[in-house]
């Protein structure tokens, strides 16, 4: 993680910094925990913060109360299933529910004739 200080010159009086925070593609729950504290020791001056969304994201499930281990562990998971096999997953599923009740359908038929 690099970080760099640059002073914005607005008024001699009170000089403002900007801080610019570069980091890998590949953050990790150490990554996000460093971001909060420095966004914790800097948030009575901060006028602005520009974020990625998925650095959001992460930020977002630090404050909450799931681990970022585990958080990174579902976004693989999440990866791993691509969008396609999911789909196509769910509408076997579907289908077979359909088969099920269709058949379920047929057996109370056949009982309500014999009777």
């Not at 200080?5 to 801080?19: A, G, I, Q």
């Amino acid at each position: 993680m690099e970080e760099d200080l640059k002073e914005e010159k607005s008024d001699k009086r009170d000089p403002k910094f900007r801080l610019e925070i570069l980091v890998d593609e590949q953050w990790t729950s150490r990554e996000i925990a460093v971001l909060c504290s420095l966004i914790g020791e800097f948030r009575i001056n901060l006028n602005r913060i520009s974020l990625d969304a998925p650095i959001f994201e992460l930020i977002v499930a630090k404050l909450a109360s799931i681990d970022l281990d585990r958080w990174f562990a579902y976004q693989c998971f999440v990866k791993a299933v691509d969008e396609c096999q999911m789909n196509a997953a769910l509408n076997k599923l579907a289908a077979q529910l359909q088969q099920q009740q269709a058949r379920r359908s047929i057996r109370q038929n056949r009982q309500f004739i014999l009777a």
